[in-house]
């Protein structure tokens, strides 16, 4: 396959070019926390002495 895309540098850039319009199609679908709701119920107190 290496050799096959050495010989034929459009068609390994057309299948780079495929791969990023789909990963761009992709990426508003992508569900990501920027900052994540947690509820804590719970207190800890470390005191060094």
Known sequence: ???WFAR???AANLL???IMIL???ALPGLQRE???EIQNDKVEVRVVY
């Open 1 to 3: 396959m290496i050799d």
């Open 8 to 10: 034929h540098p459009t």
């Open 16 to 18: 780079m070019a495929s």
């Open 23 to 25: 990963g761009l199609t």
């Open 34 to 36: 920027t900052l994540p």
